[in-house]
């Protein structure tokens, strides 16, 4: 059994599912001719309207909480104007959480940020942690009945691909690409996910304090916490070094500075390997997910030891997940990564919940409506749900509060 009052959930990221994001900085560089996202993101799969159905199915499944984000550049489509009317709207998203007896979890940032304060620098902005407190104040003000909340979602994230992607080779195609978004925005480090490391450890790390603060001083009992993208890191011999290097310069700065804190919100998807050479990536053979990860279900307890060995911080995996059409697949992943937490949380590790990336098929950001990571499919020309067989296996192990030994069926 898991600990009584485990919480059980799945997660979705506004501009992901929602449709219609039309003043955020992704919804520009989603448009610009040539781009450098496979596709638009479009109506997505119109969340934003079909919100209450989505969460009655996430209800029905035996699933008790929802992660979801309130979306900026909505909130404030302009600098300094706030909607009365869509934070009515994310009212209304809890409240339909909160009559079916799921509890809403927010997250105020995810990826997406108003054109507006994207033209300003993004997270270079030196005003930006000002202005995002501002904004997680006035929606905190105006929203009630949350207990738990993530504020920037995996603040890490651009110190493990703005290097990766910005060095790659850029072939004429792919350098007109670049160079649209760069005449959107002025440069790509004003989109989140290419914010120079100095910017996150600095203006990141101050807009999540200030968002914490702003968001404790409206409602002092809800949870706090940022979330972390974290890869179960492991080295071959030899090269433990080469690991902890990468431990510390993705990672470990980022967790000392939120030890303490309510909650560190736990995202993991894989494992990367060490080597001697210095190079990394998946184990050479290993089979792989649609995403190019290896797929290791139980890199999840690892990243989960290890970072409460490090923080001593209670964790909540508030995403993990599996990519593919192969939905049997997704079921012994799932089993297999809740079987390693178990095991992780029987020695003593303090994890209060688990949350399924993700809900529903969505938009994978840069790679478009492929990778499927749904408990739900959706077919987008009709938007109808489809409940996949993994949503219900991973249902009966949220209401037995188990993983059973039968295996799913
Ligand atoms: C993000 C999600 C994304 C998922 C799968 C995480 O990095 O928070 O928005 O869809 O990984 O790639």
């Known amino acids: 059994m898991f600990p009584q009052r485990f919480m059980w959930g799945a997660a979705t990221s506004a501009h992901q599912v929602e449709g219609g994001n039309v003043s955020s900085d992704f919804w520009a560089l989603e448009n610009a001719q040539p781009s450098l996202f496979k596709e638009k ?50 009212q209304r998203c809890i409240d339909a959480c909160l009559s079916r007896g799921i509890a809403p979890v927010l997250t105020f940032h995810h990826f997406t940020l108003p054109l507006w304060q994207a033209r300003r620098g993004g997270f270079t902005d030196p005003a930006f942690a000002d202005l995002f407190a501002r904004f997680c104040d006035h929606a905190a003000q105006s929203l009630t009945g949350f207990e738990i909340a993530c504020t920037i979602n995996e603040l890490n994230l651009p110190l493990l691909v703005r290097d990766e992607f910005l060095n790659r080779d850029w072939n004429a195609g792919a350098a007109a690409c670049r160079g649209a978004a760069e005449g959107i925005l002025g440069s790509l480090d004003h989109t989140f996910l290419f914010t120079p490391a100095e910017a996150i450890m600095d203006q990141g790390l101050a807009a999540h304090r200030r968002a914490r603060d702003a968001i404790k001083s409206r409602h002092p009992g809800v949870q706090i916490g940022v979330t972390l993208a974290i890869q179960d890191e492991q080295a071959e011999l030899g090269a433990e070094h080469l690991r902890d290097e990468r431990r510390e310069r993705y990672y470990g700065a980022c967790l000392d500075a939120v030890s303490g804190e309510d909650f560190i919100g736990v995202q993991t998807y894989t494992r990367v390997v060490v080597r001697r050479d210095g ?5 050479p053979g290993h089979p792989l997910t649609v995403m190019g990860y290896e797929d290791r279900p139980q890199a999840l307890a690892e ?16 995403e993990n997940g599996w990519a593919g059409d192969d939905d049997a697949r997704r079921i012994a992943f799932i089993r297999d990564a809740l079987t390693g937490l178990h095991g992780a949380i029987a020695e003593g590790v303090d994890v209060r919940g688990y949350f399924y990336w993700s809900l529903l098929d969505n938009f994978e950001w840069l790679a478009g409506y492929g990778p499927k990571f749904g408990l739900i499919g959706v077919d987008r020309p009709t938007q109808r749900r489809q409940i996949k067989p993994s949503a219900t296996a991973f249902g009966k192990i949220a209401l037995a509060n188990a993983v059973s030994e039968q295996g799913a069926e």
């Open 41 to 90: 993101s479009g109506d997505a799969v119109d969340h934003y309207h079909r919100f209450s159905e989505d969460i009655a199915l996430l209800a029905d499944l035996g699933l008790g909480a929802y992660r979801f984000s309130i979306e900026w550049a909505r909130i404030e489509p302009e600098e300094g104007f706030f909607s009365q009317a869509t934070l009515a709207h994310y």
């Open 279 to 283: 190079c990394f990536g998946p184990e």
């Open 303 to 318: 990243t989960c030891r290890y970072v409460w060995q490090r923080t001593k911080t209670p964790v909540i995996v508030t």
